[in-house]
């Protein structure tokens, strides 16, 4: 009988790592894609900036610019400015994957901070990763699946106890 | 011949109903010289119907340079499909460094990227 249960619990940790990994792989699928270049950005050796409107914090362009000899120097009119981020590569490939799908819109930068700020994330700015297999994805529903089962033989054991 | 830069890919992304300018090159290369430069713009990615126009203009002259020697441009476009290439050759004579400004822009309600490729040659 023991080894009955223990079958049945291997069972349902094997389900539920099933589902995470589906469940996982299925998120992965559904992130942006980058229709028009070789490999997605971040770039080696590239320089990243964006220019927006100072007032309202909307995102002009986002300009990704090869090394040397290329310059890449904005011309700014009036009431604009620049914020450059090389130097924040999630940024970066989390920005330029929204704006191939043309939803740059997503996008702007706090006026009072200068920082980029997704309005499509709950959190601000872009924390979450673009593509990989993620905690809730995966981890949870095995866990929850462990602790069904578990459960699930405590209650066997104490009722033929 | 002197190659300057070869197929220097560039991405510019620009929000719904936006104008963008960015000098490519500034004050490249020697004084006196001749310049061929090939260039090359198509969509990428977002829509396949897209309106918008783009300037590639070489200007000769120091800090940023003034005076207007060749363009490529063209203006409002409809229906570009984004296997679809548009590009030009300019050749000018320059007294200073070349200058290469790009200005694009997006008249669609959503935002737009555009793959940009550069290749540059002096004598």
């Known amino acids: 009988m023991r080894k009955t249960a223990l079958i049945g619990l291997a069972i349902v940790i094997l389900a539920g790592l099933a589902t995470g990994v589906l469940t996982a792989f299925a998120q992965s699928a559904s992130q942006p894609q980058n229709n028009g270049n070789s490999s997605p950005d971040p770039h080696p050796g590239y320089t990243y900036y964006v220019v927006y409107d100072q007032t309202s914090g909307f995102i002009v362009g986002a300009v990704g610019c090869p090394p040397s000899p290329a310059d890449c120097i ?88 | 011949m002197n190659l300057y830069a070869f197929l220097q890919n560039f991405n510019e992304c620009l929000g719904s109903h936006s104008n963008l300018n960015t000098y490519l090159y500034q004050n490249a290369g020697p004084s006196s010289s001749t310049w061929v430069v090939t260039v090359s713009i198509r969509l990428n990615g977002g829509d396949n119907t897209q309106y918008a126009s783009w300037a590639f203009q070489l200007f000769d002259g120091r800090d940023n340079g003034n005076l207007l020697l060749a363009e490529y441009t063209d203006g409002e476009i409809n229906y570009i499909d984004n ?41």
């Open chain 1, 74 to 161: 904005p011309v700014l009119q009036p009431g604009q400015s620049v914020v450059y981020i090389t130097d924040q590569p999630t940024v970066v490939k989390q920005l330029f994957a929204d704006a191939y799908n043309a939803k740059l819109g997503n996008w702007h930068v706090n006026p009072q901070t200068h920082q980029l700020v997704s309005t499509a994330s709950v959190n601000s700015g872009p924390v979450a990763p673009v593509s990989g297999i993620s905690l809730i994805g995966f981890a949870l529903p095995a866990f929850a699946s462990l602790g069904v089962a578990m459960s699930g033989t405590f209650i066997w054991r104490r009722a033929h106890k």
């Open chain 2, 83 to 123: 296997s679809e290439t548009f590009g030009s050759t300019m050749t000018a004579s320059f007294a200073d460094p070349m200058n290469l400004q790009l200005g694009i822009g997006n008249q669609d309600s959503v935002s737009q990227c555009f793959a940009v490729l550069v290749t540059a040659w002096y004598y």
